[in-house]
């Protein structure tokens, strides 16, 4: 009977109606979980590059996706993936850093300016860096970056016009320390909260303001929740594709390269949805109702330096890694 039961559990897809190929059959089945609704263009491509990987292995390779947070928040989904439970993650440089603290460099107050130089630097010896000490805490990152955005500060109040209107305001920020820090030298009242808590957050006014991308704001509808938003561009944020170490190692070697390239070429894609998204976007959210301004980065800044947060920065990176990030986008202080 024993011996009916295991066998029972080890084919549970011929008793579930399941169909016969790809799930049964894959030699390797892997979980992807990430934080984000299904019509960001993040889980758009990454799908895309899933069916292709399935079908160009011939359904060796079944990667499964869980979107959402249906798996957790992000601080659940990081500690998965670094135990194997689920074997790729997509967290933002911002929540990463939580493992790999030099992670969360280029989310710099105010250090990029534009695309060029984000890719150029992300592509090049900064991300190359960034990259080597996500290795060492036994995760293999993807070489290529996938975009969040530029974070803009929303809030259900007023128009943020610039530093001053930020003090005391109880803004949500990301799990991590970066972000309290910087909005702390800002004199906001920031709370880390996952992102699976924002809109419940935000509805029930437990918080007044959030920052993110314009494209988060319309994908996970902040907007129903929020009234202004100020274009403050004050973080460039990506998110790194990110494997479970023994999960990587553990393919061939023709399927780990028809995963890398599946997912770095399909993380290109999706930087070029954003470019195209960023083009109308801001016109799509005015008409569900937010209402924006542009404030001059001067006033954040100076606040920024006056604080001492860039110094405080620079000593907890270290010299080499904002050497890297200076090099690409000039002196920060
Ligand atoms: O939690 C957020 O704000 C988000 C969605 O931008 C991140 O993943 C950091």
Redesign the pocket.
């Known amino acids: 009977r024993r011996a009916i039961l295991r066998a029972l559990a080890a084919t549970p897809a011929l008793y579930l109606g399941v169909p016969r190929h790809a799930r049964a059959a894959a030699e390797f089945s892997y979980k992807y979980a990430h934080?984000?609704p299904m019509t960001h263009p993040l889980h758009i491509r990454a799908q895309q590059a899933v069916d292709h990987i399935r079908q160009a292995s011939n359904g060796r390779l079944d990667i499964a996706i869980f979107p959402n947070n249906q798996l957790g928040g992000?601080t659940d989904m990081l500690s998965q993936v670094r135990s194997g439970g689920i074997e790729l993650f997509?967290?933002?440089?911002?929540?990463i850093a939580t493992v790999v603290p030099v992670a969360a460099i280029n989310a710099v107050g105010f250090a990029f300016s534009d695309y060029d130089q984000v890719w150029k630097a992300m592509d090049g010896k900064l991300g190359a860096h960034v990259r080597e000490s996500i290795a060492k805490a036994n995760l293999y990152a993807f070489e290529k970056m996938w975009d969040?955005?530029f974070?803009q500060v929303t809030t259900s109040s007023k128009p943020i016009a610039g530093a001053k209107d930020l003090d005391g305001t109880k803004i949500?920020?990301?799990?991590?320390p970066l972000?309290i820090s910087m909005f702390k030298a800002l004199s906001a009242a920031p709370a880390s909260?996952?992102?699976s808590e924002?809109y419940s957050a935000l509805q029930t006014r437990i918080v007044d303001a959030?920052?993110?991308?314009l494209p988060?704001i319309q994908a996970?509808k902040l907007y129903e929740v929020q009234k202004y938003c100020s274009l403050t561009n004050h973080i460039w944020?990506g998110?790194w594709f990110i494997a479970n170490g023994r999960a990587f190692k553990r393919l061939p070697p023709d399927l780990q390269k028809l995963w890398e390239t599946s997912f770095n070429e399909a993380g290109l894609l999706q930087r070029e949805d954003l470019k195209k998204m960023n083009q109308s976007i801001q016109a799509d959210l005015e008409s569900k109702g937010l209402k924006f301004n542009r404030p001059a980065a001067d006033s954040f800044q100076a606040a920024l330096r006056q604080s001492g947060f860039y110094g405080e920065w620079r000593g907890k990176f270290g010299d080499q890694a904002w050497g890297l990030l200076e090099g690409a986008v000039g002196k920060l202080a």
């Open positions: 934080n984000l992000d997509t967290p933002s440089a911002l929540v969040n955005g974070r949500r920020v990301p799990v991590s972000s909260l996952q992102f924002v959030q920052e993110n991308p988060i996970a944020d998110y």
